[in-house]
């Protein structure tokens, strides 16, 4: 193991405990930190306090959502970079993005919500999942060829044909790229950027795609 990597494990698991320290109710994952989630840390722009307090924000976002209206609980995906939160996903109407939203901005430590939630279609006009995790993996595969897997970190969902780009990435011109490669994607409608990049203190080089 190298001391780069030790040296990052030791301050992730300081965010660990500091996240508890800061009001967020502990967990299992203090004690014991599962491959995949030191992984994620690592490939995140964020500082490991930030990835930590992200990853219980949205467990308490998902929560929300699913008490408010749990039947949404397939079709709308909760995300949460660098303290905003972010809904994704088809609703009835209306009424029930409302109570979507106002849910979302009752969960503590959220600095701001942003939603992709239109109505879903019915009938002949209904949408084709097989269709949108088709597109969504051409976007998933542009993005990486455009602007290098090792060099993002970007969460992709496609609803009814039109791509939504999420999380935390290392510079604008990783954004950037990430919209231009989304957006020449054969079959994508159009294109919804919710990328965002930390500030100065928090950034570091990020490495490999959000899942």
Known sequence: MSAALRKFIFLFSIAMM?????G????????????????????????????????????????????????TALSVKP???GGHGYLVGWVTDDAQRSALEAAARGVPGLLSIAV?????????????????????AKVVAAIGIASGAERTNIAVEVVGGHAV???????????????????????????TNFLHVPLAADARPSRGLLR
Request: net charge neutral.
């Open 116 to 136: 992709y939630l239109p109505p879903k279609p019915t009938g002949e006009d209904a949408p084709s999942a097989t269709a949108d995790l088709t597109l969504k």
């Open 24 to 71: 967020l109710a502990p967990t299992v994952a203090q004690a014991f930190t599962p491959y995949r989630l030191l992984l994620q840390a690592a490939r995140s722009p964020e500082q490991p306090l930030v990835f930590v307090q992200d990853k219980r924000l949205k467990t308490n976002l998902r929560k929300a959502l699913l008490l408010a209206e749990p039947e």
């Open 18 to 22: 500091g996240a508890g320290a800061t």
């Open 165 to 191: 780009l999420l999380g935390a990435v290392h510079s604008a011109a990783d954004i950037q790229a990430a919209v231009k490669a989304a957006t020449e994607t054969s079959g994508i409608s159009g294109v």
């Open 79 to 81: 995300y949460v970079a």
